[in-house]
Nanobody, 124 residues
Framework: QVQLVESGGGLVQAGGSLRLSCAAS????????MGWFRQAPGKERECVAA????????YYKDSVKGRFTISRDNAKNTVYLQMNSLKPEDTAVYYC?????????????????WGQGIQVTVSS
């Protein structure tokens, strides 16, 4: 079992920055690829960024490329999402998720564990 706890969300003005953290319990954190998803009201959950087990490969949704950076610290069992130049359309609940078996990083069903989610609100 892996428990994931997100932190770092909140309210920020457009153009501002936030850094989300996701702390994982357990000793197998380095065995999981990790993803950050978001879900805005009335919209489907989507993957905005993902990182492989070692941190050597990353994925970004086109709309966040150049603004968001995903990273992980396996010694601290933590994955991060640095979000810069935030836009109102980035407003959503953000979730981190852990994927045990390598698969498509954008496929929600491929992830085994999910955090409870954290609100990010970007005001215009």
């Amino acid at each position: 079992q892996v428990q994931l706890v997100e932190s770092g969300g909140g309210l920020v003005q457009a153009g501002g920055s936030l850094r989300l953290s996701c702390a994982a319990s357990g000793r197998l954190f380095s065995s999981y690829a990790m993803g950050w998803f978001r879900q805005a009201p009335g919209k489907e959950r989507e993957c905005v960024a993902a990182i492989n087990r070692s941190g050597g490969m990353t994925y970004y949704k086109d709309s966040v490329k150049g603004r968001f950076t995903i990273s992980r610290d396996n010694a601290k069992n933590t994955v991060y999402l640095q979000m810069n130049s935030l836009k109102p359309e980035d407003t959503a609940v953000y979730y981190c998720a852990a994927q045990l078996v390598p698969s498509s990083v954008v496929l929600i069903s491929s992830y085994n564990y999910w955090g409870q989610g954290i609100q990010v609100t970007v005001s215009s």
